[in-house]
């Protein structure tokens, strides 16, 4: 039981620590086994048996552990560094508005709104329902997917979407009558042109949404990437 707390414990430090962990066969040593050249050593008189690995319950349930806590800590790693841009603009953000003593700002209430507003406009988008776009996006934005839209359906090209999912949401700036959420979502990005697919994509994307508020309606006014932040 000792043996398996003291695993454990190495096996948090690597999880969260900065510095990748590295695999080796045997352990990562350097030493050799066979005796290196002009040593002055001489030879031992008493031979040893080699140690065997001897697999146990409580061996196997240590592996297990050790491999759920290494992947649980890449995981985490992972989306933490995703984010981490994310989650500074949001406390930068917090305090800003902690200094104006500004008590109206229901961060639950407006995330919702988001989400809202992420699958409605991605299922019309994949609908090529403009109805229900118009009623989500600002006049210029309406424009601009419109014309793109048009543009596709005379080239024979249809974008289609599935298995949408928003994985994180959180509002990062927050103006008079505007605010800007970070987005991270994940679907099955399908662009087809006749009857070939020409792109197939299903990673995770990061992308800031900026909404407008216009007479008490909310409304999509700019998308930008990760890299345009």
Not at 86 to 107: T, V
Not at 121 to 140: H, V
Request: charged share 30%.
């Amino acid at each position: 039981m000792k043996k398996l707390i003291r695993c454990l414990f190495i096996v948090c430090i690597l999880c969260f620590s900065i510095s990748p962990v590295y695999a080796r066969a045997g352990g990562g040593g350097g030493g050799s086994s066979g005796g290196g050249g002009g040593g002055s050593g001489s030879p031992s008189h008493h031979s040893s048996s080699p140690v065997r690995y001897v697999d146990t319950p409580e061996r196997r349930i240590a592996s297990l552990i050790t491999f759920s806590f290494i992947s649980y800590g890449f995981s985490y790693m992972k989306k933490y560094r995703r984010r981490y841009k994310a989650i500074s603009m949001h406390k930068d953000m917090k305090r800003g508005l902690a200094e104006k003593n500004n008590s109206s700002f229901d961060e639950k209430k407006m995330n919702k709104v988001v989400a809202d507003y992420y699958y409605t406009i991605q299922n019309a988008w994949n609908d090529r329902d403009m109805d229900i776009l118009k009623q989500c996006l600002s006049p210029s934005l309406y424009d601009q997917w419109e014309t793109k839209l048009n543009w596709w359906e005379y080239e024979g090209i249809r974008n289609e979407l599935s298995d949408i999912r928003l994985l994180k949401t959180m509002v990062v700036e927050v103006g008079d009558d505007y605010f800007w959420s970070y987005i991270e979502g994940k679907m099955r990005d399908r662009m087809i042109k006749g009857n070939e697919v020409t792109q197939d994509n299903k990673e995770i994307f990061i992308e800031y949404w900026r909404f407008i508020v216009e007479d008490d309606r909310i409304y999509l006014d700019e998308i930008r990437q990760e890299d345009e932040v």
